[in-house]
């Protein structure tokens, strides 16, 4: 694993869009699962039926938890019940292509909600996003950090400017600053 000089956290961005995603997903689970139990239990007389009844109780479940989670000020994550539903569609005939989207949607829930970081060392650059993005010192005119923004002016006339999670103290602002500016003096004199 590898180690980098300076690591910044990046401000939360809103996740309202990706949990009522969630939330829909799980409601129609939900009331697929209670839909089939009635289907398989009525018209077939099976016992499949248990299995329809159980998951959708869990997913019912997981999404109190979420919204108690929500309430506390926790930011809930909805992949265990859509994981649930994933093995709900599964067990159902014919559900094979809606599991994979769920459990599509399990995984991609988990990155989009991963806190958005950028990591410094002596070689590069690299943006925890998805997929990562990493970019060498040499691509670089300046990097500043100045009152809880991130500034990073690319040769290419390109700009990023971000705001971090947390305040940063003077001192930290100084080191991170002199710190880039000794890499960029690095990669300019050997370009």
């Known amino acids: 694993m590898k180690t980098f000089d300076y690591i910044i956290v990046l401000k939360k961005r809103n996740y309202a869009t990706v949990d009522g995603v ?12 209670i839909g089939n139990t009635f289907i398989e239990d009525v018209t077939k007389g099976s ?3 248990i299995t329809s009844l159980a998951f959708a109780a869990l997913i019912i479940g997981w ?15 909805y992949r265990f019940g859509l994981l649930l539903g994933a093995m709900g569609w599964y067990s159902m005939k014919d559900g094979l292509w809606i599991a994979l989207i769920y459990l599509l949607a399990a995984m991609l829930e ?15 650059i690299v943006f925890n996003s998805f997929p990562k993005k990493r970019y060498e010192w040499g691509a ?24 971090l999670e947390s305040e940063t103290t003077r001192t930290t602002e ?18």
């Not at 999404?63 to 994550?77: E, N, V």
């Open 22 to 33: 969630s939330q829909i997903m799980l409601l129609i689970a939900v009331i697929a699962f």
């Open 47 to 49: 016992s499949t039926w």
């Open 63 to 77: 999404g109190t938890f979420c919204i108690w989670q929500k309430k506390r000020g926790t930011p809930p994550f």
């Open 110 to 124: 988990k990155q989009v909600k991963f806190p958005e970081e950028i990591a410094f060392d002596e070689n590069e």
């Open 140 to 163: 670089l005119t300046n990097v500043v950090l100045k009152d809880g923004l991130l500034t990073l002016d690319f040769k290419s006339d390109k700009l990023i400017q971000k705001e």
């Open 174 to 191: 100084e080191e991170f600053n002199a710190f880039a500016k000794a890499q960029l003096e690095k990669t300019a004199y050997v370009s």
